[in-house]
């Protein structure tokens, strides 16, 4: 699989920079369940992704994003441009006036109905943004789409908020929690896989027999999925969901 620091090269980093760092901010808000920042990035994800399929309908990618000022009628300029891909011609910008609506006109700006719409919303935003990126990824590397899903995971680090990172170290702030929290914890916050070694040294514990116990306690009950012969680790859904339930617990 390509490396994430190749991902969109061919895009200026005046676009490929904010196009990755608000597909992350979208990740991160949605995870910490912050659904109105997820729709507002939302917005600015469509602005960018724009640029890039008009850049690569005219064949010269702007310095930087920009806003048009008819965001819809822009979109369905970019439909006329039939030697685009099928995806950047008519899925992507047929996309882009929906993911934007949810940022203008939905429960981020508005007040009304009896319930709250702004979880559904973000949920919508989530998804739309990560196929868009994901096809991005695709139409560009030339990738199956299962492999180009996996090079947007491998961007996405999610922050945790109970822990610290500072250049290669990562430590949860809380020493007395549960070393099986803390494992998982840490797994969290990293991008994709993480190496068993590294996350036993931030830890800090001392008793490997006894980490390499709650591993395979972790593995059976499918929260992670530890690779013994590779000496890696990742987090399997079931381990994010208890990663989730344990933040909301930690921070009542």
């Known amino acids: 699989m390509i490396q994430p620091n190749q991902l969109l090269a061919a895009l200026p980093s005046g676009l490929r ?16 369940h912050r659904w109105s920042p997820s729709e507002l990035s939302g917005g600015r994800f469509c602005e960018i992704v724009y640029t890039v399929l008009q850049g690569y309908s005219s064949g010269h990618y702007a310095a930087v994003p920009s806003k ?4 819809v009628g822009a979109c369905r300029a970019l439909e006329t441009v039939a030697t685009n891909p099928r995806s950047f011609q008519i899925l992507i910008p ?20 009896d319930v709250d719409p702004n979880p559904m919303d973000a949920a919508a ?26 090079a947007v995971d491998s961007l ?21 929690l549960p070393l099986k929290d803390q494992i998982l914890l ?37 929260l992670i999925e530890w690779d013994e012969s590779k000496g890696t680790m990742q987090m399997l859904p079931p381990g994010s969901s208890y990663v989730t339930k344990r933040l909301r617990e930690l921070a009542r």
């Not at 048009?68 to 965001?71: A, K, L, N």
């Not at 935003?125 to 996996?150: T, Y």
């Not at 109970?162 to 809380?174: C, E, K, N, S």
């Open 17 to 32: 920079d904010p196009l990755v760092e608000e597909y992350n901010c979208i990740v991160r808000n949605y995870a910490e």
């Open 68 to 71: 048009p000022r008819d965001f």
């Open 94 to 113: 047929r996309m882009l006036p929906a993911l934007y609506e949810i940022r203008n006109n939905r429960g981020v700006g508005h007040v009304g109905g």
């Open 125 to 150: 935003v989530l998804a739309m943004a990560s196929w868009i990126l994901a096809e991005l990824v695709r139409v560009f590397h030339n990738l199956p789409v299962s492999d180009a899903q996996k």
């Open 156 to 176: 996405v680090e999610r922050r945790i908020p109970f822990v610290w990172t500072g250049g290669q170290i990562r430590r949860v702030l809380d020493p007395k």
């Open 186 to 222: 840490l797994l969290s916050s990293c991008a994709s896989e993480a190496d068993v070694e590294q996350v036993f040294q931030w830890t800090g514990y001392k008793n490997r027999a006894h980490f390499n116990r709650i591993l395979r306690t972790s593995h059976n009950d499918r």
